[in-house]
């Protein structure tokens, strides 16, 4: 019998190829992680220091951009809420289309597992903070507890090393994806001011000329930057909030390349010297100069990227190293000695926590049984039970997102800084489950015992 052919010197085997994007995004998760992480403590640090009102000062502080008969005045808290976060979901937009398109979400197979452990994980603590707060104005921040902060739970698996399976990883990256898809849903039909129709059509025409840029092939991403700077503003003025402006633009970047990798290369191979000659000798007559080939190459090389995956690679280290810490660190930093005990009487911070710690349990750990029991999918190869269950507690950790809603459901309120604290404890608790979990999991699996 002949044997398979051996893959070639420096070929990608097939699953590497695969998981490329995956391990990428995930190494910039955990290192934005840890920035986060960071970020976070230097601003608890800062709001309870003896320079606690410099805090406060600092990001309430008026910046305008424009003139006053055109243009914007915002606190500094709010550019970076309202701005600086509407380029973090543009990057969610982008992981959100390229999963879909060709990743864990691609194949409705493949999809349902974690698609469904997100809907669990979703709607088991909505419903346990409304069991807090049901029949208060409290209520309206039952989005709060629906949250997972991909970088800080992908932050603890890798913290974990070898003793989470890649599968775990994957899964979970996939469900904290599905959770952004329905955050972003949540803060546009609930977390809603009121509409002005002027500026939603503007919004819409812009968003219309988007799409068009995108049907008619157009690769350039100034044209992309210039459209979907004018759809934030539009969106901003209309009532919806901005950042849902970075979502809509991401659906329109295309995904796919102008020109396939063989044929960029083939443009290469012509503009190159061949093998063996004397790159230093008088080029043959017709052939471009070192400048002109060097132009075609660039070229050839960037229409054979995606301009999805371009924005993607060039815009996600700015998002997980500068914009999510910047705003942990504009609104993160919450008196302790000043507002526990509000936070230890409170319903808000007691369905938060209950939410994010038990609810996120219940509800992935129950629509995964479901779902596995049903016949509808199967657990990840080398994944037991134990590791999902590792893997709620980890989904469990709300931070960001968890925040974010909490401006949007308590602007300006006391509850506001309650709800900050129960996002803490909850999120510092669910990471210390997940930990133990997972560490009993790989023990388990280590010493080849059921797990």
Same mark, same amino acid.
């Given at each position: 019998m002949?044997?398979?052919?051996?893959?070639?010197?420096?070929a990608t085997?097939?699953?590497e190829?695969?998981?490329?994007?995956?391990?990428?995004f995930?190494?910039a998760e955990?290192?934005?992680?840890?920035?986060?992480?960071?970020?976070?403590?230097v601003?608890l640090g800062?709001?309870?220091?003896?320079?606690?009102?410099?805090?406060?000062?600092?990001w309430?502080t008026p910046l305008?951009?424009?003139?006053?008969a055109?243009?914007l005045?915002?606190?500094?808290?709010?550019?970076i809420?309202?701005?600086?976060?509407?380029?973090?979901?543009?990057?969610?937009?982008?992981?959100?289309?390229?999963e879909?398109l060709?990743?864990?979400?691609?194949?409705?197979?493949?999809?349902?597992l974690?698609?469904l452990?997100?809907?669990?994980g979703a709607?088991?603590?909505?419903?346990?903070?409304?069991a807090?707060?049901?029949?208060?104005?409290a209520?309206?921040?039952?989005?709060?507890?629906?949250?997972t902060?991909?970088?800080f739970?992908?932050?603890?698996l890798a913290?974990?090393?070898?003793?989470?399976?890649?599968?775990?990883?994957?899964?979970?990256t996939?469900?904290?994806?599905?959770?952004?898809?329905?955050a972003?849903?949540?803060?546009?039909?609930?977390?809603t001011?009121?509409?002005? !129709?002027?500026?939603?059509?503007?919004?819409?025409?812009? !968003?219309?000329l988007l799409?068009?840029?995108n049907?008619l092939g157009?690769a350039?991403?100034d044209?992309?930057?210039?459209?979907?700077?004018?759809?934030?503003?539009?969106v *901003?003025?209309?009532g919806?909030?901005a950042?849902?402006?970075?979502?809509?633009?991401?659906?329109t970047?295309?995904?796919?390349?102008?020109?396939?990798p063989?044929?960029? !290369?083939?443009?290469v191979?012509?503009?190159?010297p061949r093998?063996?000659?004397?790159?230093?000798?008088? @080029?043959p007559a017709?052939?471009?100069?070192?400048?002109?080939?060097?132009r075609?190459?660039?070229a050839?090389?960037?229409?054979?990227?995606a301009?999805?995956?371009r924005?993607?690679?060039?815009?996600?280290?700015w998002?997980?190293?500068?914009?999510?810490?910047?705003?942990?660190?504009?609104n993160a930093g919450v008196?302790?000695g000043?507002h526990?005990?509000?936070?230890? @009487?409170?319903?808000?911070?007691?369905g938060?926590?209950?939410?994010?710690?038990?609810g996120?349990?219940?509800?992935?750990?129950?629509?995964?049984?479901?779902?596995?029991?049903?016949?509808?999918?199967?657990?990840?190869?080398?994944v037991s039970? *134990?590791h999902?269950?590792?893997?709620?507690?980890?989904?469990?950790i709300?931070?960001?997102?968890?925040l974010?809603?909490?401006?949007l459901?308590?602007?300006?309120?006391?509850?506001?800084?309650? @709800?900050?604290?129960?996002?803490?404890?909850?999120?510092?608790?669910a990471?210390?489950?997940g930990?133990v979990v997972?560490?009993l999991a790989g023990?388990?699996r280590r010493?080849?015992g059921?797990s």
């Amino acid at each position: 019998m002949v044997g398979r052919r051996p893959p070639a010197a420096g070929a990608t085997p097939p699953l590497e190829r695969i998981l490329a994007p995956f391990r990428e995004f995930f190494g910039a998760e955990v290192a934005g992680g840890i920035v986060l992480l960071a970020a976070t403590l230097v601003a608890l640090g800062w709001a309870n220091s003896p320079w606690a009102a410099s805090y406060g000062a600092l990001w309430q502080t008026p910046l305008a951009v424009g003139t006053e008969a055109v243009g914007l005045r915002k606190p500094l808290q709010l550019w970076i809420n309202d701005g600086l976060m509407a380029i973090f979901f543009f990057v969610v937009g982008l992981e959100i289309k390229r999963e879909v398109l060709h990743g864990e979400l691609a194949s409705p197979r493949r999809a349902l597992l974690p698609v469904l452990a997100a809907l669990g994980g979703a709607v088991f603590p909505a419903l346990i903070y409304l069991a807090f707060n049901l029949g208060t104005d409290a209520a309206r921040g039952w989005g709060i507890a629906m949250a997972t902060d991909i970088a800080f739970a992908l932050g603890l698996l890798a913290i974990l090393g070898s003793r989470v399976p890649t599968a775990l990883k994957v899964f979970v990256t996939a469900l904290a994806i599905v959770d952004d898809i329905l955050a972003v849903l949540v803060i546009g039909l609930f977390y809603t001011a009121n509409l002005d !129709l002027r500026w939603l059509a503007v919004a819409a025409a812009a !968003l219309g000329l988007l799409g068009l840029a995108n049907r008619l092939g157009v690769a350039r991403l100034d044209v992309y930057a210039v459209l979907a700077v004018g759809l934030w503003l539009a969106v *901003l003025q209309s009532g919806i909030h901005a950042t849902l402006a970075g979502v809509m633009a991401a659906m329109t970047i295309p995904a796919r390349a102008r020109r396939t990798p063989d044929e960029a !290369l083939a443009t290469v191979a012509a503009v190159l010297p061949r093998p063996g000659s004397d790159a230093a000798a008088p @080029a043959p007559a017709g052939d471009p100069d070192p400048e002109e080939a060097l132009r075609r190459v660039r070229a050839a090389a960037e229409a054979a990227d995606a301009p999805l995956e371009r924005l993607e690679h060039t815009l996600h280290p700015w998002t997980a190293f500068a914009i999510v810490p910047l705003f942990a660190l504009a609104n993160a930093g919450v008196t302790i000695g000043d507002h526990l005990a509000a936070t230890v @009487a409170s319903p808000v911070a007691y369905g938060i926590v209950a939410g994010l710690v038990v609810g996120k349990q219940v509800g992935i750990l129950g629509a995964t049984w479901l779902a596995v029991r049903s016949g509808l999918a199967s657990l990840p190869s080398g994944v037991s039970w *134990l590791h999902v269950w590792g893997g709620s507690w980890a989904a469990g950790i709300g931070f960001t997102m968890s925040l974010f809603i909490a401006e949007l459901a308590f602007p300006g309120q006391v509850r506001l800084e309650v @709800a900050k604290l129960g996002i803490l404890a909850a999120s510092v608790t669910a990471a210390t489950g997940g930990a133990v979990v997972l560490g009993l999991a790989g023990r388990r699996r280590r010493a080849g015992g059921p797990s």
